[in-house]
């Protein structure tokens, strides 16, 4: 059983940045891929980025690349996610989710744990 807790969001400006943060309880954090998620209002829960459990592989939605980093410190059980030049479509809650010994690719179905979501607000 994992439990992940977001946390980190917030209202910023177009252009600005934020960094949120996903701790997860467990002792065995490092074997499980991790991966962020968004919803905005009126729309479905959309895949930002992932990484597998082995940290081999890293991907990203095209709507996110060069601007979103996703990291990880195992030794902590914590995932981040950089976000930087943030623009008001970026305006979504937030997820991270967890897939035991997964590859961190965007198919939700894959995640068995979800965090709660955490709000982030893009102001133009």
């Known amino acids: 059983q994992v439990q992940l807790v977001e946390s980190g969001g917030g209202l910023v400006q177009a252009g600005g940045s934020l960094r949120l943060s996903c701790a997860a309880s467990?002792?065995?954090?490092?074997?499980?891929?991790m991966a962020w998620f968004r919803q905005a209002p009126g729309k479905e829960r959309e895949f930002v980025t992932g990484?597998?459990?082995?940290?081999?592989?890293?991907y990203y939605a095209n709507s996110v690349k060069g601007r979103f980093t996703i990291s990880r410190d195992n030794a902590k059980n914590t995932v981040y996610l950089q976000m930087n030049s943030l623009k008001p479509e970026d305006t979504a809650v937030y997820y991270c989710a967890a897939d035991y010994r997964g590859r961190g690719t965007g198919n939700p179905g894959a995640y068995s744990y979800w965090g709660q979501g955490t709000q982030v607000t893009v102001s133009s």
């Open positions: 467990g002792r065995t954090f490092s074997s499980y891929a």
């Open positions: 990484r597998s459990w082995s940290g081999e592989n890293t």
